[in-house]
């Protein structure tokens, strides 16, 4: 009896044959993860002249589906957002997109805009460092003289650990559970 709720929690802790094979296909650890995504944010934002303000980031885990086996899967998917706190006029987004293009050496894809009711997206996805995602995301709204900018970062292929081992993103956690609004006029960006 002892050996078989042995062999149970070992499989449902990820040591069973199909998490073994994922320990093998995992591309990153939780901290080579933490350590691109950083940098790509980090890059960006050193990118940008003249600075913005930022307010804090998290980390979300996006863990793979369950093996058909019903082991828990132990690879997943990171992505680290940090949001602008710069009031950034419409004018300027096109400046921040070309700048975005240029710090990345034109590895990026074009960007893809959309509608869904009186908002406008636009995104442009750029390869990061290593191998993660970089993604620049701005939202604006024809109620809004500002738009509100997002950065992001993901890696795929990850070792799973949850997001609360990542800590906290170089410019601190999110304070609340929402996304902050720009709130900080700059002479260049916000006019």
Known sequence: MVVLATGLGLFYDG?????LKDRNTAQLSPGEAKAELDGSLQTAMEAI???MAYSGGFYAVDRGPEHADGEPSLLSGVREVVSVRTKVSPAKVPVLLDRMKQVWGGQCRPEVSGESGTKRYTDLDCSGHGD?????????????????????????????QPGRDYGAPPVGERPTGHEPVPDLDDPYWSH
């Open 132 to 160: 993660t995602l970089f993604t620049l995301s701005v939202v604006s709204s024809t109620t809004d003289s500002t738009v509100q900018v997002l950065m992001s970062a993901e890696a795929f292929m990850v070792r799973y």
């Open 49 to 51: 002249v003249p600075p």
């Open 15 to 19: 040591y069973g044959p199909m998490a």
